[in-house]
């Protein structure tokens, strides 16, 4: 089985930065798409970025668009996620997931394994 664990997040001031890690380990399926979530007190999981296999494709949610850059690296084992101008609407906790294909999906139910996750706050 695969083991994902997230590692980054912490308290930042708006307009600030932060990188957040995804380590893999165990049984490593690189031929799929990984994605980063987040989730909110209250509020429903939801998609921030995804990256294909290789890396050659990615999407983004409108929220973080413009702002956020994902990245991965398959010798590593480990997929990032680049944040700047950071808001406080981008206070959750972030959750790193493998996708079930090449497919870069966008919904939770498109991924298999998650992390644990990383709390990421954002202060005014």
């Known amino acids: 089985q695969v083991q994902l664990v997230e590692s980054g997040g912490g308290l930042v001031q708006a307009g600030g930065s932060l990188r957040l890690s995804c380590a893999a380990s165990?049984?490593?399926?690189?031929?799929?798409?990984m994605g980063w979530f987040r989730q909110a007190p209250g509020k429903e999981r939801e998609f921030v970025a995804g990256?294909?296999?290789?890396?050659?494709?990615?999407r983004y949610s409108d929220s973080v668009k413009g702002r956020f850059t994902i990245s991965r690296d398959n010798t590593k084992s480990t997929v990032y996620l680049y944040g700047y101008s950071l808001k406080p609407e981008d206070t959750a906790v972030y959750y790193c997931?493998?996708?079930?294909?090449?497919?870069?999906?966008?919904?939770?139910?498109?991924?298999?394994?998650w992390g644990q996750g990383t709390q990421v706050t954002v202060s005014s």
């Open positions: 997931a493998q996708g079930r294909s090449i497919i870069v999906g966008d919904l939770p139910s498109e991924y298999s394994t």
């Open positions: 165990g049984q490593t399926f690189r031929s799929v798409g």
């Open positions: 990256i294909s296999w290789n890396g050659g494709r990615t």
